[in-house]
């Protein structure tokens, strides 16, 4: 069992910037990798980013690569998405996942199917 709370979403103006965090209770952190996905109204849930178990792997949509970063703090049991130049295009409910790693390299983290546990979702609103 791991809860997942998100928080930091909120209304920005394009070109700001906001951190996402993660906390995740419930099981050992440092054993799970983490990811970041997001909806907006009438789309598909799509993949933003994720870091692996020891925080040496990380992976991003390329419609975040250079403007979003993920990262995680295993003593805090939390994850981060530090997200600059935001777009309104990025406006959507940000969910934060978790997966079980079992084999080292073997988890496709950028699949929303891969992640066995959810958070709420924080709302992130970009205006122009």
């Known amino acids: 069992q791991v809860q997942l709370v998100e928080s930091g979403g909120g209304l920005v103006q394009a070109g700001g910037s906001l951190r996402l965090s993660c906390a995740a209770s419930g099981r050992t952190f440092s054993s799970y990798s983490m990811g970041w996905f997001r909806q907006a109204p009438g789309k598909e849930r799509e993949f933003v980013a994720a870091i692996n178990w020891s925080g040496g792997r990380t992976y991003y949509a390329d419609s975040v690569k250079g403007r979003f970063t993920i990262s995680r703090d295993n003593a805090k049991n939390t994850v981060y998405l530090q997200m600059n130049s935001l777009k309104p295009e990025d406006t959507a409910v940000y969910y934060c996942?978790?997966?079980?790693?079992?084999?080292?390299?073997?988890?496709?983290?950028?699949?929303?199917?891969?992640?066995?546990?959810w958070g709420q979702g924080t709302q992130v609103t970009v205006s122009s």
């Open positions: 996942a978790a997966v079980v790693t079992l084999i080292p390299g073997t988890t496709r983290l950028t699949f929303g199917s891969e992640y066995n546990y």
